[in-house]
C-alpha cells in the first residue's frame, strides 16, 4: 500500500496534470467550434479528464484531513476561510486580466476566457472540496456508527454522481434531478450534525460566526460566477451541470446557515454549559486529590472555591474541629472574615448543624433576613451549612451564603452535597493512609524494643547450691518492659533484682536498659539494699524522662545466715510461703518508686527489711502483668489468686511450680496474649 | 475520658472521668501545664469517677510535684477509688500527694496554709 505522503504526491501530480489536459483540450475546442475538428475529441474523454480532475481532488483533501483529529475548531474554520480567501483573490485577479486584456481581438478574448474559466473551475473544486472534509470533520465529531456509515453512504452517493459527468445532461434530466435531489437530501441530514457547537466557549461562538459568514461570502461569490458561465456559449462544460459539484455547493451552503443559526441560539445558553463544564472540571480536581496524596489543607480549599463557584456564593467558609470536636482547628473563608462568619453563625438557631453533632444531614436556606442585615451590616439573605462528615462523624461544617433570598435551588443544594461528601471521602482516605503508615512505624518500633528487651534479661538463671531459681517472663506487645536480673556476689550471697519499668514501646526498652547498667554497676560494690536503691535513684533521676519511674525491688539471698535482706522501691509485694506454717503472706514495707524524688530526700523514704527464712520456704516476686491480668469479663487476676495458688503448689518443684503457674493464668484469662508484660520468679531456699 | 476544669476563684476544680490511660495523661498533662501558667496555688481533683489509671497517668501526676512544691503550691486529690489508694500505696505516691476523703474535707485542707 502507499504511503500516506506517496499518495499525496501522486493526487497532486495527477490534479495538475489532468487539469492541464482539460485546459488544453479545451483551447483545441475553441478552434473547432463552427469548423470540423480533426481532433474530434468526444465528450467523454472531456468527461473523463474532468472526472480525474474531480476525483483526484477528492481523494487528496479527503486523506490530507483524515488523520487530523483536531477538536480546535477555530482552527478548522480558519483554514476554511483562508483557502475561500486565496482562491477568491485568484479569481478576482484572473478577471483582472481578462477585463485589461478586453481591448484584444476576439480570438484572444475567447482564449483567455476559457483559461480563465479552467482556473475558475480549479478554484470553486479546491474550495468546495476543502471545505466539504473540514464539514465532515465537524459533522463527524462525537461521532456514532450510524453516523460514521451514513456519512460513508453519503460520500458514496457523491462519487457516484460523478458518472454523471460524462453524458452531457441538461439539470432537469431525470438522472440528473433524482441523483441530486437524493444525494443532497442525504448532505441535508448530515448537516443536523453540530455538536461541536456546545464545545466552543463565548469568545469562540462569536470567532465562528464571523468565520462562517465570510466563507459563505466566498462560496456566494463563486455561486454567482458559475451562474453566469451557464450561459456562455463559449463554455463547453459548464459547472453547473455537474451534478457532484452542486451536491457539495449546496451541502457546504446548508451546513454555513445551520451552523450560524444554531450558535446564535446557543448564545445565551453557552454560559450554562460553561458553568456545567467548569463543575466537570471541578470534580476532577477533587477526585485527583483522592488519589494524589495530597494534604488536608489542599482538599479544604478545592472544597471551598469548588462548592462556592458552583452556586455562585457570595462568599463561603469552612470550619475543621479538632479531634475533641470542642473548638475550631481550620478556619478557611472566601470573601468573608472570620469575625463576620462567626456573627453569622451565632445568628443561626440552635438547630443549626454547626452546634450540634446530629445526623441531620442538610440545612438548607434558613433565611438570616433583617436581623441579621440590621444588627451585623451584612448583606447576606441566605444560608446553607453542610455539615463534613469523615469516618461517620461530623468533623467540619461549610457555609454558603448569597446576598439574594431563595438563593439555593434544589440542584445546588445536591451539587453542594456531592462535592461535600467527595471531599469527606479524600479526608477518609487521607486519615487511613496516615493511619497506616503511623500504625506499621508503631510496629517496627515495638518489635526492636521487643528485640532490645529479649537481650537485657538474662537468657538462663545460674544454678545455685542453696536457691532453687525459676522464672517466666513474657512480653507484651503494647507496653513497657519488666526487668530481673541476678548476681552472685560470693559463693554464699546472691544478689537479685526484679524491675517494672514504665513507658512504652523503645522509652521503655530504653529505660529498661538503664536500669540494667545501674545494676551492673551498683552491684559489684556490695551495698546493702537500701542504699543500693538509694544510689539507683539518684543516678536514674538523671537519666529518665520526666514522667517515667520504674518500681524494683532488690534482693540479697545469704545462705550463710538464712537471710534476706531486702528493699522494695515501690514495686509490687514479695509473696512468701513459710514452709513450716504453711502460711502465705504478702510482704509489708514502706516503699518508693525509683524516679519519683529526684533528691536527697528519697533516702527517707527507703526502708531496708530483713527476714530469716527456713529450708523449703518459697518466695515470689513478680511484676504487675501477674496481678492486673484479666479475664472476658474484666475481672482481676489479683493477689488472693496468686497466694492461693502458692499455697496449694508449694510441694512441688519450682519449674514444677512456674510451669504450673503460667498455665493457670492463662486459663483464667482464656488466653495465651496478656495485655501487659508480665514476670513470674520463683525462688525456693534450699 | 474527660477532664473538666473549673474555677470559682479559690481553688481550681479538676474533674477526671474514666480511664486515664496513656493516650488520655496527654490531656491531663496539658491540664496541669495550663494550671501553672495560670498560676493556680490551690488544685483539687476530683476523682470519684476515675476508675483506673495507668502509669503514664502516675508519671503524669509524679512529674508536677516538684513543681507544686516550689510553688508552694496545694494538690489534693478526693474521691480515690480503693483501688487506686492501693496503687498509690505501693508506689509510695500516698506519701507524696494529699488524698481527701470528700470535697469538703479536701476544701478544708485546702484552706489550711500550707506548713
Same mark, same amino acid.
Given at each position: 500500500?502507499?504511503?500516506?505522503?506517496?499518495?499525496?504526491?501522486?493526487?497532486?501530480?495527477?490534479?495538475?496534470?489532468?487539469?492541464?489536459?482539460?485546459?488544453?483540450?479545451?483551447?483545441?475546442?475553441?478552434?473547432?467550434?463552427?469548423?470540423?475538428?480533426?481532433?474530434?475529441?468526444?465528450?467523454?474523454?472531456?468527461?473523463?479528464?474532468?472526472?480525474?480532475?474531480?476525483?483526484?481532488?477528492?481523494?487528496?483533501?479527503?486523506?490530507?484531513?483524515?488523520?487530523?483529529?483536531?477538536?480546535?475548531?477555530?482552527?478548522?474554520?480558519?483554514?476554511?476561510?483562508?483557502?475561500?480567501?486565496?482562491?477568491?483573490?485568484?479569481?478576482?485577479?484572473?478577471?483582472?486580466?481578462?477585463?485589461?486584456?478586453?481591448?484584444?481581438?476576439?480570438?484572444?478574448?475567447?482564449?483567455?476566457?476559457?483559461?480563465?474559466?479552467?482556473?475558475?473551475?480549479?478554484?470553486?473544486?479546491?474550495?468546495?472540496?476543502?471545505?466539504?472534509?473540514?464539514?465532515?470533520?465537524?459533522?463527524?465529531?462525537?461521532?456514532?456508527?450510524?453516523?460514521?456509515?451514513?456519512?460513508?453512504?453519503?460520500?458514496?452517493?457523491?462519487?457516484?454522481?460523478?458518472?454523471?459527468?460524462?453524458?452531457?445532461?441538461?439539470?432537469?434530466?431525470?438522472?440528473?434531478?433524482?441523483?441530486?435531489?437524493?444525494?443532497?437530501?442525504?448532505?441535508?441530514?448530515?448537516?443536523?450534525?453540530?455538536?461541536?457547537?456546545?464545545?466552543?466557549?463565548?469568545?469562540?461562538?462569536?470567532?465562528?460566526?464571523?468565520?462562517?459568514?465570510?466563507?459563505?461570502?466566498?462560496?456566494?461569490?463563486?455561486?454567482?460566477?458559475?451562474?453566469?458561465?451557464?450561459?456562455?456559449?463559449?463554455?463547453?462544460?459548464?459547472?453547473?451541470?455537474?451534478?457532484?459539484?452542486?451536491?457539495?455547493?449546496?451541502?457546504?451552503?446548508?451546513?454555513?446557515?445551520?451552523?450560524?443559526?444554531?450558535?446564535?441560539?446557543?448564545?445565551?445558553?453557552?454560559?450554562?454549559?460553561?458553568?456545567?463544564?467548569?463543575?466537570?472540571?471541578?470534580?476532577?480536581?477533587?477526585?485527583?486529590?483522592?488519589?494524589?496524596?495530597?494534604?488536608?489543607?489542599?482538599?479544604?480549599?478545592?472544597?471551598?472555591?469548588?462548592?462556592?463557584?458552583?452556586?455562585?456564593?457570595?462568599?463561603?467558609?469552612?470550619?475543621?474541629?479538632?479531634?475533641?470536636?470542642?473548638?475550631?482547628?481550620?478556619?478557611?473563608?472566601?470573601?468573608?472574615?472570620?469575625?463576620?462568619?462567626?456573627?453569622?453563625?451565632?445568628?443561626?438557631?440552635?438547630?443549626?448543624?454547626?452546634?450540634?453533632?446530629?445526623?441531620?444531614?442538610?440545612?438548607?436556606?434558613?433565611?438570616?433576613?433583617?436581623?441579621?442585615?440590621?444588627?451585623?451590616?451584612?448583606?447576606?439573605?441566605?444560608?446553607?451549612?453542610?455539615?463534613?462528615?469523615?469516618?461517620?462523624?461530623?468533623?467540619?461544617?461549610?457555609?454558603?451564603?448569597?446576598?439574594?433570598?431563595?438563593?439555593?435551588?434544589?440542584?445546588?443544594?445536591?451539587?453542594?452535597?456531592?462535592?461535600?461528601?467527595?471531599?469527606?471521602?479524600?479526608?477518609?482516605? /487521607?486519615?487511613?493512609?496516615?493511619?497506616?503508615?503511623?500504625?506499621?512505624?508503631?510496629?517496627?518500633?515495638?518489635?526492636?524494643?521487643?528485640?532490645?528487651?529479649?537481650?537485657?534479661?538474662?537468657?538462663?538463671?545460674?544454678?545455685?547450691?542453696?536457691?532453687?531459681?525459676?522464672?517466666?517472663?513474657?512480653?507484651?506487645?503494647?507496653?513497657?518492659?519488666?526487668?530481673?536480673?541476678?548476681?552472685?556476689?560470693?559463693?554464699?550471697?546472691?544478689?537479685?533484682?526484679?524491675?517494672?519499668?514504665?513507658?512504652?514501646?523503645?522509652?521503655?526498652?530504653?529505660?529498661?536498659?538503664?536500669?540494667?547498667?545501674?545494676?551492673?554497676?551498683?552491684?559489684?560494690?556490695?551495698?546493702?539494699?537500701?542504699?543500693?536503691?538509694?544510689?539507683?535513684?539518684?543516678?536514674?533521676?538523671?537519666?529518665?524522662?520526666?514522667?517515667?519511674?520504674?518500681?524494683?525491688?532488690?534482693?540479697?539471698?545469704?545462705?550463710?545466715?538464712?537471710?534476706?535482706?531486702?528493699?522494695?522501691?515501690?514495686?509490687?509485694?514479695?509473696?512468701?510461703?513459710?514452709?513450716?506454717?504453711?502460711?502465705?503472706?504478702?510482704?509489708?514495707?514502706?516503699?518508693?518508686?525509683?524516679?519519683?524524688?529526684?533528691?536527697?530526700?528519697?533516702?527517707?523514704?527507703?526502708? /531496708?527489711?530483713?527476714?530469716?527464712?527456713?529450708?523449703?520456704?518459697?518466695?515470689?516476686?513478680?511484676?504487675?502483668?501477674?496481678?492486673?491480668?484479666?479475664?472476658?469479663?474484666?475481672?482481676?487476676?489479683?493477689?488472693?489468686?496468686?497466694?492461693?495458688?502458692?499455697?496449694?503448689?508449694?510441694?512441688?518443684?519450682?519449674?514444677?511450680?512456674?510451669?504450673?503457674?503460667?498455665?493457670?493464668?492463662?486459663?483464667?484469662?482464656?488466653?495465651?496474649?496478656?495485655?501487659?508484660?508480665?514476670?513470674?520468679?520463683?525462688?525456693?531456699?534450699? | 475520658?474527660?477532664?473538666?476544669?473549673?474555677?470559682?476563684?479559690?481553688?481550681?476544680?479538676?474533674?477526671?472521668?474514666?480511664?486515664?490511660?496513656?493516650?488520655?495523661?496527654?490531656?491531663?498533662?496539658?491540664?496541669?501545664?495550663?494550671?501553672?501558667?495560670?498560676?493556680?496555688?490551690?488544685?483539687?481533683?476530683?476523682?470519684?469517677?476515675?476508675?483506673?489509671?495507668?502509669?503514664?497517668?502516675?508519671?503524669?501526676?509524679?512529674?508536677?510535684?516538684?513543681?507544686?512544691?516550689?510553688?508552694?503550691?496545694?494538690?489534693?486529690?478526693?474521691?480515690?477509688?480503693?483501688?487506686?489508694?492501693?496503687?498509690?500505696?505501693?508506689?509510695?505516691?500516698?506519701?507524696?500527694?494529699?488524698?481527701?476523703?470528700?470535697?469538703?474535707?479536701?476544701?478544708?485542707?485546702?484552706?489550711?496554709?500550707?506548713?
Amino acid at each position: 500500500m502507499l504511503s500516506r505522503r506517496n499518495a499525496i504526491r501522486i493526487f497532486i501530480s495527477v490534479n495538475i496534470v489532468s487539469w492541464l489536459v482539460l485546459l488544453a483540450v479545451n483551447l483545441v475546442n475553441l478552434f473547432d467550434i463552427g469548423q470540423e475538428s480533426y481532433l474530434g475529441v468526444p465528450t467523454y474523454v472531456k468527461g473523463i479528464l474532468f472526472n480525474i480532475f474531480l476525483v483526484f481532488t477528492f481523494f487528496y483533501y479527503r486523506i490530507k484531513l483524515e488523520e487530523s483529529n483536531d477538536t480546535d475548531f477555530i482552527e478548522l474554520l480558519s483554514q476554511v476561510f483562508v483557502t475561500g480567501f486565496f482562491t477568491v483573490v485568484i479569481s478576482l485577479f484572473v478577471q483582472l486580466v481578462v477585463l485589461v486584456a478586453a481591448d484584444q481581438s476576439a480570438q484572444v478574448i475567447e482564449q483567455l476566457s476559457v483559461i480563465f474559466y479552467h482556473v475558475n473551475i480549479g478554484l470553486v473544486t479546491v474550495l468546495l472540496t476543502k471545505t466539504l472534509f473540514v464539514w465532515k470533520q465537524m459533522v463527524l465529531y462525537k461521532k456514532s456508527r450510524k453516523l460514521q456509515y451514513a456519512w460513508n453512504a453519503f460520500e458514496f452517493g457523491l462519487l457516484t454522481s460523478l458518472l454523471l459527468n460524462f453524458f452531457p445532461l441538461q439539470p432537469f434530466d431525470p438522472a440528473f434531478l433524482v441523483t441530486f435531489v437524493l444525494v443532497s437530501l442525504g448532505g441535508l441530514i448530515l448537516s443536523g450534525n453540530l455538536k461541536w457547537v456546545a464545545y466552543l466557549n463565548f469568545n469562540q461562538k462569536w470567532q465562528a460566526i464571523l468565520l462562517i459568514l465570510l466563507t459563505s461570502a466566498f462560496l456566494a461569490y463563486f455561486g454567482q460566477l458559475l451562474f453566469s458561465y451557464s450561459t456562455n456559449r463559449v463554455v463547453m462544460q459548464s459547472l453547473t451541470h455537474s451534478a457532484f459539484i452542486l451536491i457539495i455547493f449546496s451541502f457546504v451552503s446548508i451546513y454555513c446557515l445551520f451552523s450560524v443559526l444554531v450558535i446564535l441560539f446557543n448564545i445565551p445558553t453557552s454560559s450554562v454549559f460553561e458553568k456545567k463544564m467548569k463543575e466537570i472540571i471541578n470534580f476532577q480536581q477533587l477526585t485527583h486529590s483522592l488519589q494524589a496524596k495530597r494534604n488536608f489543607s489542599q482538599i479544604y480549599e478545592v472544597l471551598l472555591d469548588s462548592t462556592s463557584s458552583a452556586v455562585l456564593a457570595n462568599a463561603a467558609w469552612l470550619e475543621v474541629f479538632n479531634e475533641s470536636g470542642q473548638e475550631v482547628q481550620t478556619f478557611l473563608s472566601k470573601n468573608i472574615s472570620k469575625e463576620e462568619a462567626d456573627k453569622v453563625n451565632e445568628l443561626l438557631p440552635e438547630t443549626s448543624a454547626i452546634k450540634t453533632i446530629l445526623v441531620k444531614p442538610l440545612l438548607q436556606n434558613l433565611k438570616l433576613g433583617s436581623a441579621l442585615t440590621d444588627s451585623a451590616a451584612l448583606p447576606y439573605k441566605s444560608i446553607l451549612v453542610v455539615p463534613l462528615l469523615a469516618h461517620d462523624m461530623q468533623i467540619g461544617s461549610l457555609a454558603l451564603v448569597r446576598n439574594v433570598s431563595n438563593g439555593f435551588d434544589k440542584e445546588s443544594t445536591e451539587m453542594v452535597n456531592t462535592f461535600v461528601r467527595l471531599a469527606g471521602l479524600a479526608i477518609e482516605n /487521607l486519615h487511613l493512609v496516615a493511619n497506616a503508615l503511623e500504625n506499621e512505624r508503631y510496629q517496627e518500633e515495638l518489635k526492636i524494643a521487643r528485640q532490645v528487651q529479649d537481650r537485657l534479661i538474662p537468657s538462663h538463671l545460674p544454678g545455685h547450691p542453696h536457691f532453687q531459681m525459676c522464672a517466666y517472663s513474657q512480653g507484651a506487645n503494647t507496653v513497657g518492659g519488666d526487668y530481673y536480673d541476678v548476681y552472685d556476689l560470693d559463693k554464699e550471697r546472691r544478689a537479685v533484682i526484679i524491675g517494672d519499668v514504665s513507658g512504652k514501646g523503645t522509652s521503655a526498652a530504653f529505660n529498661m536498659a538503664q536500669l540494667k547498667g545501674v545494676f551492673q554497676s551498683l552491684v559489684e560494690m556490695d551495698l546493702s539494699p537500701d542504699l543500693f536503691l538509694t544510689f539507683a535513684n539518684s543516678s536514674l533521676s538523671r537519666c529518665l524522662d520526666k514522667s517515667s519511674f520504674i518500681t524494683a525491688t532488690y534482693f540479697i539471698l545469704n545462705a550463710e545466715n538464712q537471710t534476706v535482706q531486702y528493699a522494695r522501691a515501690g514495686h509490687c509485694p514479695t509473696l512468701y510461703f513459710c514452709s513450716q506454717t504453711k502460711e502465705v503472706r504478702f510482704l509489708q514495707d514502706q516503699g518508693m518508686g525509683l524516679g519519683i524524688i529526684r533528691n536527697e530526700r528519697y533516702i527517707t523514704h527507703v526502708q /531496708l527489711n530483713q527476714f530469716q527464712y527456713k529450708p523449703e520456704d518459697i518466695i515470689v516476686l513478680y511484676t504487675d502483668g501477674i496481678t492486673e491480668a484479666r479475664n472476658a469479663t474484666g475481672e482481676e487476676f489479683g493477689y488472693e489468686r496468686l497466694s492461693a495458688f502458692l499455697s496449694a503448689h508449694s510441694l512441688l518443684t519450682v519449674q514444677e511450680i512456674v510451669a504450673s503457674f503460667i498455665e493457670e493464668l492463662y486459663a483464667f484469662c482464656g488466653t495465651k496474649h496478656l495485655n501487659d508484660d508480665y514476670t513470674f520468679l520463683l525462688i525456693k531456699f534450699i | 475520658m474527660q477532664i473538666n476544669v473549673s474555677n470559682d476563684g479559690i481553688y481550681c476544680m479538676i474533674k477526671i472521668d474514666g480511664d486515664l490511660d496513656a493516650s488520655s495523661s496527654i490531656i491531663l498533662d496539658n491540664v496541669l501545664k495550663d494550671t501553672v501558667s495560670n498560676n493556680e496555688r490551690k488544685i483539687l481533683v476530683d476523682c470519684t469517677s476515675l476508675h483506673y489509671i495507668s502509669s503514664a497517668g502516675l508519671g503524669v501526676f509524679m512529674s508536677y510535684l516538684q513543681e507544686f512544691e516550689n510553688n508552694r503550691t496545694q494538690l489534693i486529690l478526693f474521691g480515690v477509688s480503693d483501688k487506686i489508694k492501693d496503687v498509690f500505696q505501693i508506689l509510695g505516691l500516698d506519701q507524696l500527694l494529699t488524698l481527701a476523703t470528700s470535697k469538703e474535707d479536701a476544701k478544708l485542707l485546702v484552706n489550711e496554709p500550707l506548713l
